[in-house]
């Protein structure tokens, strides 16, 4: 990996300064073609749900707190069991090498600086086992395959590589239908291609898409599996001592489903509006889920998270941490793992400088801050 020197310093000179998540997306904008930028940035359908997601946590304030002593604050969180500096995680995206010649190594190498676990996806376009050497708790993501056979090797190789948790995303029993992707005709750049599923799509093998016709869609809907039901997980859960958590889990009955399973923990997720246009928004869904699962796992808050003020109104509203979505990705296009590295230590800064507006020294204090939810009238009555 070219740039692992880079990720090491401060500033690389090829990332210009960045004053937060934002400038990221802008430079991010500037560098990636337009099928790369619409397949990064687009929801499913008329992106409702993608846009919700911000909506719905700009409406959520804090009650902030006062004279607290925080000249020490202390962001370190425990997530699926191991020690993160903070209560985030980056979370699965697919083909990174599209975004930055670094593609995951460089943004996994970036989390092993920051102190935060990595989501390695299973349709990465580096080998879990690249990955995983960069050094950061890596986590492995799975989705439901048709072949079984295939999972469970994934399974293995992870556990062989270091892998510290599975999750299961459970959200795209079929994918979404992406329109920026379906205009686009995506098809991958050259040289891109899903690493880990040896024998399903080396260079060559995956389709090229065509106007109307996304090559990720034609690629998923030959290999996943609709047909997952809750048997399934525990089996999945019996293949392997690591950590499970599942993934896209936006009602609190499934939440309480999953905890009486004995997963590590439920992610509270709409795939960044990516699957269900027109699902909720997963900070609303999240207050109701907590409440569900009460303790019996963790809870971590997925989908719309721009930056450190983010992830503590989802403490606050009770979750354990959140994941990273987009934003790693832009950080990784603005400048491969040095620009990563930018954005994950903005966040971290953010999230450190919003404890110690709101008075709180530790995260037991996050929690129990006060929240005020926006709801204008009749917006999202009902239950999450
Ligand atoms: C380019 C891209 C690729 C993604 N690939 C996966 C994937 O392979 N597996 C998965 O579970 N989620 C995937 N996701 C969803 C993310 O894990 C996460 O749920 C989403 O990005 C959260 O929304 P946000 O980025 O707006 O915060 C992907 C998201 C993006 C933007």
Same mark, same amino acid.
């Given at each position: ?197 040896? /024998?399903?799509?080396? #260079?060559?093998?995956? $389709? &090229?898409?065509?106007? =109307? +016709?996304? *090559?990720?869609? !034609?690629?998923? %809907? @030959? ?94 509203? /009770?979750?354990?941490? #959140?994941?990273?979505? $987009? &934003?790693?990705?832009? =950080? +990784?296009? *603005?400048?491969? !793992?040095?620009? %990563? @590295? ?43």
């Amino acid at each position: 990996m070219g740039s692992a020197g880079r990720a090491e310093g401060t500033l690389s000179e090829s990332v210009p300064a960045l004053l937060s998540v934002a400038d990221a997306e802008q430079l991010a904008e500037l560098r990636l073609s337009a099928q790369v930028r619409d397949f990064i940035a687009g929801g499913s359908g008329a992106e409702l749900t993608r846009s919700a997601n911000r909506a719905a946590l700009d409406d959520v304030y804090l009650v902030p707190r006062v004279m607290a002593g925080v000249s020490a604050c202390d962001p370190a969180a425990a997530l699926a069991g191991w020690q993160a500096a903070l209560p985030v995680a980056v979370a699965p995206m697919a083909y990174q090498r599209m975004v930055h010649a670094d593609g995951e190594v460089g943004l996994a190498a970036a989390c092993a600086q920051a102190g935060i676990p990595y989501t390695a996806a299973m349709l990465a376009s580096a080998t879990v086992e690249e990955i995983a050497e960069a050094g950061a708790c890596t986590w492995m993501q799975l989705y439901w395959l048709r072949d079984r056979g295939l999972m469970v090797e994934l399974i293995r190789r992870a556990e062989a590589a270091g892998c510290r948790a599975l999750v299961l995303t459970v959200d795209v029993p079929e994918l979404g239908r992406r329109l920026r992707d379906l205009r686009n005709g995506f098809t991958f750049p050259a040289g891109i291609y899903p690493a880990n599923l040896r /024998g399903y799509g080396k #260079a060559g093998e995956v $389709r &090229p898409g065509a106007p =109307g +016709l996304s *090559a990720v869609a !034609a690629h998923t %809907a @030959a290999i996943f599996d609709p047909s997952l039901t809750w048997p399934d997980v525990t089996w999945l859960a019996g293949q392997t001592s690591l950590p499970l958590m599942l993934k896209g889990i936006l009602d609190a009955r499934d939440a309480a489903r999953a905890a009486d399973l004995g997963v590590a923990g439920i992610v509270v997720s709409n795939h960044g509006g990516r699957q269900l246009d027109g699902a909720v928004p997963s900070i609303t869904a999240l207050p109701p889920i907590v409440e569900a699962v009460a303790g019996r796992c963790q809870v971590i808050l997925d989908s719309g998270v721009r930056g450190g003020l983010d992830v503590i109104k989802a403490v606050a509203l /009770g979750a354990d941490g #959140a994941l990273l979505g $987009r &934003p790693a990705l832009w =950080g +990784l296009a *603005a400048g491969g !793992a040095a620009g %990563a @590295a930018v954005v994950l230590r903005l966040l971290a800064e953010e999230f450190r400088h919003a404890m110690a507006l709101a008075g709180c020294p530790d995260l037991a204090a996050v929690r129990a801050l006060r929240t005020v939810v926006r709801q204008p009238a009749g917006r999202l009555r009902g239950r999450a």
